[in-house]
């Protein structure tokens, strides 16, 4: 449905898009996801029109549209603040698209009345958007989004300012009505957990790049450099030294523990660093101390714990090795009820590390 072809953007020596080249199925939700400045808004406005490109081409429903305005491209957006007409009612808001395509005012607003049942919000066809919650305003925008029937949906982090409850519940119902309208929907966020819950697929940005796409469970597990890795969650990030080569890539730790590294051989040279990931989740923390061992098949080091903070679902633990800090994430009640000051042993398999050379790229 939308073809992305080498789309770059500028603005003066800034490059906002570098280059970016993207398919999106039809029907297919797909998250742009990246942090603040990566590009991502700039990229969605340049599909919507708002931002013309410097090179590249976009393609939707196999028409290029790259020097069409953007009120005659088969696409509606919903912006971050909404932008609902706050001197009409609800439904003229979301009659609105129909109303300047020259529907008539019965057809209009027979179609608003079904938009605004697929988004839950009939009772309020008569009220006032500025009455509305932030949820039931989101709930507008979407509603007046799809009622012209777009070919694709874009939608510029429209769940931002909604407290962390109601973002939420919103990215459910989000789901659900994709799912029911099958229209193809390109989401920017920030936000992790919501490019998780919302995504068929996720395009990571960073600096104007289009770094890695795939389904969130693939971006996540095999991430294809360091950003990624780090940007999709609070990685233990260790830099260590390559001792053997010959007998099976061997790195040394911090700790002092040396332990096998499941890469290519020939992407290492003795002496190299090598930067090995530890996520949070992955590592097993247990109260009975037992002596740090080198080799075998995995790695136990000594650890004091300096910190239990409860987070609601999990429990976060920040512990001391020596003069490295590590953090572990335990589901509530699996942490064994540790507290500052204990001593306890982590674990780790090396096959269950992700490794990077000092550049960030990928060692596999």
Same mark, same amino acid.
């Given at each position: 449905?939308?073809?992305?072809?080498?789309?770059?953007?500028?603005?003066?020596?800034?490059?906002?898009?570098?280059?970016?080249?993207?398919?999106?199925?039809?029907?297919?939700?797909?998250?742009?996801?990246?942090? *603040?400045?990566?590009?991502?808004?700039?990229?969605?406005?340049?599909?919507?029109?708002?931002?013309?490109?410097?090179?590249?081409?976009?393609?939707?429903?196999?028409?290029?549209?790259?020097?069409?305005?953007?009120?005659?491209?088969?696409?509606?957006?919903?912006?971050?603040?909404?932008?609902?007409?706050?001197?009409?009612?609800?439904?003229?808001? !979301?009659?609105?698209?129909?109303?300047?395509?020259?529907?008539?005012?019965?057809?209009?607003?027979?179609?608003?009345?079904?938009?605004?049942?697929?988004?839950?919000?009939?009772? #309020?066809?008569?009220?006032?958007?500025?009455?509305?919650?932030?949820?039931?305003?989101?709930?507008?925008?979407?509603?007046?989004?799809?009622?012209?029937?777009?070919?694709?949906?874009?939608?510029?982090?429209?769940?931002? *300012?909604?407290?962390?409850?109601?973002?939420?519940?919103?990215?459910?119902?989000?789901?659900?009505?994709?799912?029911?309208?099958?229209?193809?929907?390109?989401?920017?966020?920030?936000?992790?957990?919501?490019?998780?819950?919302?995504?068929?697929?996720?395009?990571?940005?960073?600096?104007?790049?289009? !770094?890695?796409?795939?389904?969130?469970?693939?971006?996540?597990?095999?991430?294809?450099?360091?950003? +990624?890795?780090?940007?999709?969650?609070?990685?233990?990030?260790?830099?260590?030294?390559?001792?053997? !080569?010959?007998?099976?890539?061997?790195?040394?730790?911090?700790?002092?523990?040396?332990?096998?590294?499941?890469?290519?051989?020939?992407?290492?040279?003795?002496?190299?660093?090598?930067?090995?990931?530890?996520?949070?989740?992955?590592?097993? !923390?247990?109260?009975?101390?037992?002596?740090?061992?080198?080799?075998?098949?995995?790695?136990?080091?000594?650890?004091?714990?300096?910190?239990? +903070? #409860?987070?609601?679902?999990?429990?976060?633990?920040?512990?001391?090795?020596?003069?490295?800090?590590?953090?572990?994430?335990?589901?509530?009640?699996?942490?064994?009820?540790?507290?500052?000051?204990?001593?306890?042993?982590?674990?780790?398999?090396?096959?269950?590390?992700?490794?990077?050379?000092?550049?960030?790229?990928?060692?596999?």
């Amino acid at each position: 449905m939308l073809e992305l072809d080498d789309l770059t953007v500028t603005y003066g020596d800034l490059t906002a898009v570098d280059g970016v080249s993207l398919n999106v199925r039809d029907g297919e939700l797909c998250c742009l996801l990246g942090p *603040s400045g990566s590009g991502k808004s700039t990229l969605l406005r340049a599909v919507a029109g708002f931002e013309p490109p410097d090179r590249g081409r976009v393609r939707i429903d196999g028409q290029d549209v790259t020097d069409m305005p953007p009120h005659r491209r088969p696409t509606s957006m919903v912006f971050q603040d909404w932008a609902l007409f706050p001197t009409k009612s609800v439904a003229e808001n !979301v009659a609105f698209g129909p109303k300047m395509r020259g529907v008539g005012r019965a057809d209009r607003r027979a179609a608003a009345q079904e938009a605004l049942k697929l988004v839950e919000m009939t009772d #309020y066809a008569e009220a006032d958007p500025t009455d509305l919650s932030g949820g039931q305003q989101q709930r507008v925008a979407l509603a007046r989004s799809l009622i012209v029937e777009p070919d694709l949906l874009l939608l510029d982090e429209p769940l931002s *300012s909604l407290d962390r409850g109601l973002r939420e519940t919103m990215q459910v119902e989000l789901k659900r009505i994709h799912d029911r309208v099958e229209t193809t929907m390109l989401y920017v966020t920030h936000d992790q957990n919501e490019a998780f819950t919302l995504g068929d697929r996720l395009g990571v940005m960073e600096a104007g790049r289009l !770094v890695q796409v795939g389904t969130p469970e693939a971006v996540y597990t095999d991430p294809v450099d360091r950003f +990624v890795e780090s940007f999709l969650g609070s990685p233990n990030l260790i830099t260590c030294r390559v001792v053997d !080569v010959d007998e099976g890539p061997t790195v040394e730790t911090p700790f002092g523990v040396r332990v096998p590294a499941p890469v290519d051989p020939d992407r290492l040279t003795l002496g190299d660093d090598l930067v090995v990931s530890l996520r949070p989740e992955r590592l097993s !923390v247990t109260a009975v101390p037992a002596a740090a061992t080198d080799g075998g098949t995995g790695a136990s080091v000594l650890a004091t714990v300096v910190e239990r +903070v #409860y987070r609601g679902s999990d429990v976060r633990l920040r512990l001391s090795v020596d003069e490295t800090e590590l953090f572990v994430k335990r589901p509530i009640g699996a942490d064994g009820g540790l507290a500052a000051g204990d001593e306890v042993t982590v674990r780790w398999a090396p096959d269950e590390a992700t490794y990077f050379d000092t550049s960030g790229a990928r060692c596999r």
